[in-house]
Nanobody
Framework: QVQLVESGGGLVQAGGSLRLSCAASGRSLSSYHMGWFRQAPGKEREIVLYISSYGSTKSYADSVKGRFTISRDNAKNTVYLQMNSLKPEDTAVYYC????????????????WGQGTQVTVSS
């Protein structure tokens, strides 16, 4: 399995921006399909954005459309989540996850996970 480490989280005011990074080690990310998930206190983990191994993307959360984008740099073995116009309701722990075979967007369909990075948006 690939090992994943997220970074870039922190405290930001509403309307601000953050860029999260997900760095991989152990294997090349180029053949993996990647997802960014988030989990707010008391809520289930949900997928936010997905990027396939060949770069196509899909947004699963209507609340982030037009504000969040996912990208990947295979040369750097890293996937990114650019978050703009942040809102207090975006506060959550954000996780990246990888799967070699795309089977769906549920967390159980992804095989490798990072430890998560906290994003807190103040009003």
């Amino acid at each position: 399995q690939v090992q994943l480490v997220e970074s870039g989280g922190g405290l930001v005011q509403a309307g601000g921006s953050l860029r999260l990074s997900c760095a991989a080690s152990g294997r090349s990310l180029s053949s993996y399909h990647m997802g960014w998930f988030r989990q707010a206190p008391g809520k289930e983990r949900e997928i936010v954005l997905y990027i396939s191994s060949y770069g196509s993307t899909k947004s699963y959360a209507d609340s982030v459309k037009g504000r969040f984008t996912i990208s990947r740099d295979n040369a750097k073995n890293t996937v990114y989540l650019q978050m703009n116009s942040l809102k207090p309701e975006d506060t959550a722990v954000y996780y990246c996850a990888a799967t070699a075979v795309y089977r769906g967007s549920r967390p159980t369909e992804f095989d490798s996970w990072g430890q998560g990075t906290q994003v807190t948006v103040s009003s």
